[in-house]
């Protein structure tokens, strides 16, 4: 883990982005991407199955319980996370090599580990989604049609908890319209569609 000293002459920038499931957090990220390039998305670890399309090393890393369980213990990880039967987490290695570079590094992670970034990056800027209203992140979950009733109400059950810690975050972005929304994003950030990241700095 990188020191406070290390961290406070670090010219990168770690950005954690959460919020409950459904929420469109991936969505909103990969615009956000493809108007900011130069903006470093870390992969996570899970021990979830790949879905359809979903390529290793790219969508995630997938690796087994063993493995994971090997990667806590080695220390490896920035933070990590169980959700829904499965494990979550992000490589420290990478992400700290891309803030000693000079990198603007995004996590797009759980709760759960979005707290643990707080502890050991206190000068992460950490942004909270909300959806408009919970009629339409309910819609949103159903829509996906991957979870049987007794899941969905459990990630329901998850959401209605996560939505209450949207306080303690930076700030909170409702994702209504994505376009809105990205640029609320920008707002927060310091950037526009126009500035790139070295322009943005300081």
């Not at 615009?31 to 996570?44: D, I, K, T, Y």
């Not at 959700?83 to 990478?94: D, F, I, L, S, V």
């Amino acid at each position: 883990m990188a020191t406070t000293s290390e961290n406070q002459v670090n010219p990168g920038r770690l950005i954690v982005l959460t919020g409950p499931s459904g929420v469109g957090k991936g969505t909103l990220l990969k615009r956000l991407c493809q108007r900011h390039p130069e903006l470093q998305v870390s992969v996570s670890l899970t021990t979830r199955a790949p879905r359809p399309g979903e390529i290793s090393g790219q969508s995630y890393i997938f690796v087994t319980r063993e493995e994971f369980a090997a990667a806590i213990a080695a220390g490896d990880l920035l933070e990590w996370a169980e959700y829904a039967g499965n494990y979550y987490g992000t490589p420290r290695q990478p992400v700290e090599a891309a803030l000693r570079d000079g990198k603007w590094v995004i996590l797009e992670i759980e709760l759960q580990g979005a707290r643990q970034i707080r502890q050991t990056f206190p000068q992460a800027k950490l942004i909270f989604v909300c959806p408009p209203d919970w009629e339409t992140l309910e819609q949103r979950l159903r829509q996906r049609g991957q979870d049987s009733e007794t899941a969905m109400q459990k990630r329901l059950a998850r959401a209605k908890e996560e939505l209450q810690a949207a306080p303690e975050f930076d700030a909170c972005i409702v994702n209504d319209d994505l376009e809105t929304a990205v640029q609320e994003l920008e707002r927060h950030l310091g950037l526009t569609d126009k500035q790139d990241i070295s322009a943005s700095r300081g």
